[in-house]
């Protein structure tokens, strides 16, 4: 496991490291703003059209060909990175780096299932929560710091010893744990994973950008193409008898709670992922590294709550933690749905913390208990399930909130004349208070679905939906 957190930790903080160095890239390569999200939109492209097809890798390789191999193709991508003289270099380093992200996650998550006994899950999928969520919390901190006093490149620079001290920790401590079984490789189904999860994923991301707009051929084609390759992506998968995602985990009523809550509970985080930042540089008037300072409490926070939440999973259940923690969420968005420009930084800190206290009460037990409920033979499957429909939650929330903000903006800006210094600041908070609105009622839905969650009846033995054993742990 300390071989996984340590390589997966730096892969993750390189999601969010780049942030901050946007406007510099953009001057030092000449390019627009809609040209450098690219490295963003096609990470996320890559690592959601990858992380599907883990389930069949899992089955195929052995868990120290797939990090060794993952973790190589990262170092390649960030060296590529490091020395790009161009845009279109930089570009591709970050696809090849997003190969060894959407690689090593899923990795991470099955040695979980597969190392650790049921009673004791909950304290290990804290430690992979710590990773997850502290590694991109302050990524823009850490950014921050190397941009200004540094040139861009170190922030590749720096990551490459920690690349290099983990492949060595993991060639001496890291051990095969999971049986190869080799299915038959199914290469349609692979396509129409690739067109279905990568055609939603960028129609959203395109969406997002608030350069071509929901109404723009790029977005609605991808995002249609993308629906119909992945009904008949799913339709495919009931067919065959070795599926390369099988979606008959979604028979296990606690797995598909837990992977609906995960992805409406992404969709909220979104709303302060995506618009705070945004309010603080342009509201308050926040420098970026101030803005990441703002943000870091909050994330380390997350941290370590997630590792102690999944102890408190093991003794409690997850009903203990998931209804408070969803309690917190919608409190908390309430608040942030009445900002406004006099809002003080600190009152932002303390509702971001609160959050991610919330958050943490939540991610770990509820993913835990989902993927508990499942038997063996579904565990690669089930991991990827969710950390595919994670990435395309992160898609849609960052096109959903971006054109509430954007349309909320321009329809207050339509009705006012005057100042326009004070009339864009208050669309500014219009825009805000809109989109933290809709997380509202994202937040509420996480409370309601939170009211099911119940500790699963457990069953190694259960290697099936077809069993006729246990039918009470088993949706109809």
């Known amino acids: 496991m300390l071989s996984l957190i340590i390589g997966v930790f730096f892969a993750i903080l390189n999601e969010t490291l780049l942030n901050v160095a946007y406007v510099q890239l953009m001057k030092d390569f000449e390019v627009t703003a809609s040209t450098i999200q690219w490295l963003t939109t096609g990470f996320l492209l890559v690592v959601g059209i990858l992380i599907p097809i883990t389930a069949l890798i899992l089955q195929w390789f052995t868990t120290r060909q797939i990090f060794l191999g993952a973790m190589s193709i990262f170092a390649v991508g960030t060296l590529i990175c490091a020395f790009a003289p161009n845009f279109s270099i930089l570009f591709v380093g970050r696809l090849v780096q997003a190969i060894g992200t959407g690689l090593l996650i899923p990795v991470m998550m099955n040695t979980v299932l597969v190392l ?98 929901w109404s723009h051929p790029e977005v609605y084609l991808f995002i249609a193409m993308g629906v119909i390759s992945l009904i008949v992506f799913v339709k495919r998968q009931l067919q065959l008898k070795e599926p390369i995602l099988d979606v008959r985990a979604f028979r296990f009523p606690m797995f598909t709670l837990a992977t609906i809550l995960t992805v409406v509970l992404m969709m909220t985080l979104f709303s302060s992922f995506i618009i705070l ?93 989902g993927l508990n409920q499942l038997p063996p033979k579904y565990y690669p499957h089930g991991a990827a399930i969710i950390n595919t429909l994670v990435q395309v939650a992160g898609a849609i929330g960052i096109a959903v909130f971006v054109t509430v903000m954007s349309s909320s903006q321009m329809k207050f800006l339509e009705g006012v004349s005057g100042n326009v210094v004070a009339n864009q600041a208050e669309a500014l908070i219009a825009g805000v208070q809109n989109v933290f609105a809709i997380g509202l009622v994202f937040a509420s839905i996480c409370f309601l679905l939170a009211l099911f969650i119940k500790s699963p009846i457990i069953s190694e033995e259960l290697d099936g939906v077809e069993e006729t054993e246990n039918q009470a742990n088993v949706a109809p």
Request: aromatic residues 14%; hydrophobic residues 55%.
């Open 116 to 213: 650790f006994p049921k009673e004791k899950r909950g304290s290990a999928m804290g430690m992979v929560s710590l990773v997850i969520m502290v590694a991109p919390a302050i990524g823009p901190t850490l950014s921050g710091i190397i941009v200004e006093m540094f040139h861009w490149r170190f922030l590749f620079f720096f990551v490459l010893p920690f690349i290099v001290f983990s492949l060595v920790f993991a060639f001496i401590y890291l051990k095969n744990i999971t049986k190869l079984t080799k299915p038959k490789v199914d290469i349609p189904s692979i396509v129409f994973s690739t067109l279905g999860f990568g055609g939603i994923v960028f129609g959203f991301s395109q969406a997002g950008k608030g350069t071509a707009g």
């Open 277 to 369: 930042p945004l309010f603080l540089q342009q509201g308050l008037f926040l420098t970026a590294f101030a803005t990441g300072l703002a943000f870091l409490p909050g994330g380390i926070l997350n941290g370590i709550i997630s590792q102690m939440s999944g102890r408190l999973f093991d003794k409690f259940g997850p009903r203990a933690l998931v209804i408070p923690g969803s309690t917190i969420v919608v409190i908390v968005m309430f608040f942030f749905s009445k900002v406004t420009i006099l809002t003080s930084v600190t009152t932002f800190i303390i509702l971001h913390c609160s959050l991610m206290l919330g958050v943490a009460l939540i991610m770990t037990p509820v993913q835990t208990n």
